[in-house]
């Protein structure tokens, strides 16, 4: 078995016993909640109701479970509508089962101390099994499903442009004003056939009027026919001057379990002349040198850097052979860890330009406030990051994967105006 099917079994495998552990411990919570309701035939309705919608899951996750690389090759939708499910489902009843576990403690350790020094087990009627807490969980468990729910239906499309300016007093002063718009992660599979989604995000793109696009990576889930039917879409982003793309760690297909070495080179290979038939110019370890009116600036291109478990092929030394004594660099590295690697204090590139963490398509971003739990893995995980006279900006995707929704993260488009000082 390829190790990332295992991988995924494992996954699955877990999700598995999650689902059946929460559930059960849910479930006693629920028959607290209606086990009084008068009308017998509605309360065992609302009982069949919630293990019918179980056994639909755990049915679902054992079809996973003996067809997962079916799935993969063919039908990956299916594996993240999936875990999307179990996350709507899931989440609110954690919140509700963490509030009856606090009033089942609570039982516990009153009817423990009745027991201890008044020789009494009872506990009486302080408050009755449809305690103050159970109620109140089950009230709040609403509050994380209709925000996943909004997220999987409509906040993956919810596209929202940032705009950035930065200043720098080494930018040739024929690139004062250029205006950069930055696209990472579509991940074109994960959107099926819904080109009016996609096409509202491009024309949001184009609406800038963008003097440059580029595009850092993850074009594509796995497989390059997820591109198949949407050239018409993607080959419409309009840039004044120039467009360029590199590849994201999804690009290569290393996660999936491929016949041959040969099938996965020739998928990697039309992955890549997708780009280019975007209007894309590759970055493959490489670099150009943009002119404007006889000044110029260079653009840096690096193939995937990435920490384990995420490969690494991209060549900082090779992409920039050529470029030294350009004055102004750009640098455009799919994984931000690169910047703190290899690029941060130990070269003059001004800006790196990457994506790759989703904000892992959960957050809150409100003023000051800005969290996602995946700043536990990439400190710099999305907006601008400013050390010294280098920058870092992380653009938090245009797709999704995986979870097929964004909570309190937007799909973004960003926008940066340079200028000279």
């Given at each position: 078995?390829?190790?990332?099917?295992?991988?995924?079994?494992?996954?699955?495998?877990i999700?598995?016993a999650?689902?059946?552990?929460?559930?059960?411990?849910?479930?006693?919570?629920?028959?607290?909640?209606?086990?009084e309701?008068?009308?017998?035939?509605?309360?065992?309705?609302?009982?069949?109701?919630?293990?019918?919608?179980?056994?639909?899951?755990?049915?679902?996750?054992?079809?996973?479970?003996?067809?997962?690389?079916?799935?993969?090759?063919?039908?990956?939708?299916?594996?993240?509508?999936?875990?999307?499910?179990?996350?709507?489902?899931?989440?609110?009843?954690?919140?509700?089962?963490?509030?009856?576990?606090?009033?089942?403690?609570?039982?516990?350790?009153?009817?423990?101390y009745?027991?201890?020094?008044?020789?009494?087990?009872?506990?009486?009627?302080?408050?009755?099994?449809?305690?103050?807490?159970?109620?109140?969980?089950?009230?709040?468990?609403?509050?994380?499903?209709?925000?996943?729910?909004?997220?999987?239906v409509?906040?993956?499309?919810?596209?929202?442009?940032?705009?950035?300016?930065?200043?720098?007093?080494?930018?040739?002063?024929?690139?004062?004003?250029?205006?950069?718009?930055?696209?990472?992660?579509?991940?074109?599979?994960?959107?099926?056939?819904?080109?009016?989604?996609?096409?509202?995000?491009?024309?949001?793109?184009?609406?800038?009027?963008?003097?440059?696009?580029?595009?850092?990576?993850?074009?594509?889930?796995?497989?390059?026919?997820?591109?198949?039917?949407?050239?018409?879409?993607?080959?419409?982003?309009?840039?004044?001057?120039?467009?360029?793309?590199?590849?994201?760690?999804h690009?290569?297909?290393?996660?999936?379990?491929?016949?041959?070495?040969?099938?996965?080179q020739?998928?990697?290979a039309?992955?890549?002349?997708?780009?280019?038939?975007?209007?894309?110019?590759i970055?493959?370890?490489?670099?150009?040198?943009?002119?404007?009116?006889?000044?110029?600036?260079?653009?840096?291109?690096?193939?995937?850097?990435?920490?384990?478990?995420?490969?690494?092929?991209?060549?900082?030394?090779?992409?920039?052979?050529?470029?030294?004594?350009?004055?102004?660099?750009?640098?455009?590295?799919?994984?931000?860890?690169?910047?703190?690697?290899?690029?941060?204090?130990?070269?003059?590139?001004?800006?790196?330009?990457?994506?790759?963490?989703?904000?892992?398509?959960?957050?809150?971003?409100?003023?000051?406030?800005k969290?996602?739990?995946?700043?536990?893995?990439?400190?710099?995980?999305?907006?601008?990051?400013?050390?010294?006279?280098?920058?870092?900006?992380?653009?938090?995707?245009?797709?999704?994967?995986g979870?097929?929704?964004?909570?309190?993260?937007?799909?973004?488009?960003?926008?940066?105006?340079?200028?000279?000082?």
């Open positions: 078995m390829h190790s990332t099917e295992k991988v995924y079994l494992s996954i699955i495998l999700y598995l999650a689902v059946l552990l929460i559930d059960l411990y849910a479930f006693r919570g629920v028959r607290l909640l209606i086990g309701m008068k009308n017998q035939l509605l309360r065992n309705g609302i009982y069949i109701f919630y293990w019918t919608i179980t056994s639909i899951l755990i049915v679902g996750i054992i079809y996973c479970l003996f067809n997962i690389r079916q799935i993969q090759m063919h039908n990956p939708k299916f594996l993240n509508y999936l875990l999307g499910a179990i996350i709507l489902l899931i989440v609110p009843k954690i919140i509700f089962i963490l509030f009856l576990g606090i009033e089942d403690l609570g039982y516990f350790a009153f009817g423990l009745h027991k201890l020094f008044s020789g009494s087990s009872a506990v009486g009627e302080v408050i009755t099994r449809r305690a103050f807490l159970t109620q109140t969980g089950a009230i709040l468990a609403l509050i994380p499903f209709t925000s996943i729910a909004y997220g999987i409509k906040g993956k499309y919810d596209f929202r442009v940032l705009r950035k300016k930065l200043s720098f007093n080494n930018l040739p002063k024929n690139f004062n004003g250029l205006k950069i718009a930055i696209v990472s992660d579509i991940h074109i599979g994960s959107f099926g056939d819904n080109y009016n989604a996609v096409k509202k995000g491009i024309d949001m793109v184009n609406a800038l009027e963008p003097d440059v696009i580029f595009f850092t990576g993850d074009l594509v889930n796995d497989f390059a026919h997820e591109t198949n039917g949407w050239l018409p879409y993607l080959s419409e982003f309009k840039a004044k001057k120039a467009k360029y793309s590199i590849l994201g760690n690009d290569y297909g290393d996660y999936v379990s491929w016949n041959s070495v040969e099938e996965k020739n998928n990697l039309k992955v890549i002349e997708f780009n280019k038939k975007m209007g894309f110019q970055l493959l370890n490489e670099s150009v040198k943009m002119n404007i009116d006889g000044e110029e600036i260079a653009i840096i291109g690096v193939e995937n850097w990435g920490t384990p478990p995420f490969p690494q092929y991209g060549d900082l030394k090779k992409a920039m052979n050529g470029v030294e004594d350009v004055p102004f660099k750009i640098l455009l590295s799919h994984d931000p860890s690169h910047w703190g690697a290899e690029v941060l204090n130990t070269t003059n590139i001004d800006i790196t330009l990457s994506g790759h963490t989703h904000g892992m398509q959960f957050g809150v971003e409100i003023g000051s406030i969290w996602s739990p995946v700043q536990m893995r990439y400190p710099r995980w999305g907006g601008l990051y400013t050390e010294g006279k280098q920058h870092l900006y992380v653009n938090r995707g245009f797709g999704f994967i979870f097929p929704g964004r909570v309190g993260m937007p799909p973004e488009i960003t926008f940066i105006e340079l200028e000279k000082t």
